[in-house]
């Protein structure tokens, strides 16, 4: 049922209809543009209560407002984009990554555009630029065929959260305002998994999540005692130390084969940055435990079973990947996936620490597509049940 918070903002969680995910909420009533303290404080609350909210209607919203809002959230933050602007490449990102240039909106503090085609001869003091937006194509094993995808299949992308994880904490939150949409009919999504015909509609142009909550939620007592109690590590340049690996169908997990680039191949890189995080992530305002694990940039794990149990160090590759998979297989499923159908106008914020994401591309045919986003690295790590 919708409820009243502060001031003028009604919070209306999603029906989630015949699905088990019990995620997201639209709200309205906010002007992002003026938002007083008490607004804020309800909106900071309505995120991490339902991990995505939809803000409605933010139609004039001035790029400078929507990075003050991602530093509201974390004060303390160095107050640039995540990415850290110009000047990180294919030697950094890793050639997927790292081959599209990355657009400031002049006078905005750290606010990209994203999305897909030419945005016009003046967007934002942005003159004449045309995006490419991010494909599958890259980053999967087997991706759909250039005539499959012309006529309206579609893929997760890559499921993560948002952040450059080497020198820096992954954002507390991701603002993503839906400027300009592309026309078309929904796209038809396909996991193209073994043995199964998983396919879901959605809107083109949005945004999928899946909920670490949700994810620890299926997991045994028994495992759920073990992610409590053990680590992870990502490896220094992690998107580009991933190499030649691939992601499966479903944009979510390793696939088999594919090599990591050898450490002292990577860029200069120093320990001091490479930070160790629990696998499962404290929600600041319910306590609520997630389980933040991205796949494809995890060098090493630490597993303990018990509190007092021994910790056990994994560094190899083809183990971990297995083992995360079976994982992360619980939740890979259409019942559990949000992808909100939005509007122009509509600023999507998320709970970068309870959540993982991903883009789904859909045919240039449909026109160009929009988008405002913004993270912060964060000024503290991820908390877990054990730190
Ligand atoms: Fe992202």
């Given amino acids: 049922m919708p409820h009243q918070t502060k001031a003028e903002i009604v919070v209306t969680p999603f ?4 699905k088990r995910r019990n995620f997201g909420a639209t709200i309205t009533g906010v002007d992002l543009n003026n938002l007083d303290e008490e607004s804020f404080q309800a909106l900071r609350e309505a995120v991490y209560r339902h991990s995505v909210v939809v803000i409605k209607d933010q139609h ?3 790029p400078a407002k929507q990075f003050e809002l ?7 933050a160095t107050p ?23 657009y400031v909106i002049p006078g905005s503090g750290g606010v990209t555009i994203v999305g897909n085609g030419y945005q016009g001869e003046n967007h934002y003091g942005l003159e004449n630029v045309t995006l490419k937006a991010m494909s599958h194509v890259d980053y999967h094993d087997d991706p759909l065929s250039a005539e499959d995808f012309e006529n309206g299949q579609a893929r997760f992308n890559i499921f993560h959260f948002d952040g450059i994880i080497y ?21 038809t999504i396909r996991w193209d998994d073994a043995g199964t015909e998983r396919v ?15 994810l620890y939620s299926l997991l045994t007592d028994n495992e759920k005692m073990m992610v409590d109690n053990s680590f992870w590590e990502p490896a220094p340049y992690p998107f580009a130390w991933s190499g030649s690996r691939k992601i499966r169908s479903g944009g979510l997990g390793l696939a088999s084969g594919g090599k990591t680039i050898p450490l002292d191949e990577l860029p200069e890189w120093t320990s001091d940055k490479v930070h160790k995080y629990p696998m499962v992530w404290l929600n600041p305002v319910t306590g609520e435990k997630s389980l933040q694990i991205m796949a494809e940039v995890v060098r090493k794990v630490f597993l303990k079973e018990t509190p007092n149990g021994v910790q056990r160090t994994v560094e190899d590759e083809e183990e971990i990947r297995v083992w995360l998979n079976g ?3 619980r939740i890979a499923k259409t019942e559990y996936i949000l992808v909100p159908r939005v509007e122009e106008g509509d600023m999507v914020v998320w709970n970068n620490w309870g959540v993982i994401h991903s883009g789904i591309e859909y045919p240039l045919s449909y026109g160009p ?4 986003q913004c993270h912060i690295a964060s000024s503290t790590a991820p908390v877990g049940p054990t730190v």
């Fill in 15 to 18: 029906a989630n209809e015949e």
């Fill in 167 to 187: 020198g820096a904490h992954p954002s507390r939150i991701t603002t993503f305002r839906c400027v300009k949409l592309p026309q078309g009919p929904d796209l």
């Fill in 200 to 214: 879901m509609q959605c809107q083109p142009g949005c945004t999928a999540f899946i909920s670490g909550a949700q």
């Fill in 70 to 76: 991602v530093r509201r959230f974390d004060p303390e």
């Fill in 60 to 62: 004039g919203l001035q």
């Fill in 80 to 102: 640039k984009h995540g990415f850290g602007g110009k000047g990180k490449g294919a030697k950094e990102l890793g050639e997927a990554l790292g081959k599209n240039p990355f």
């Fill in 369 to 372: 597509r929009t988008a405002h």
């Fill in 327 to 329: 994982l992360l297989d």
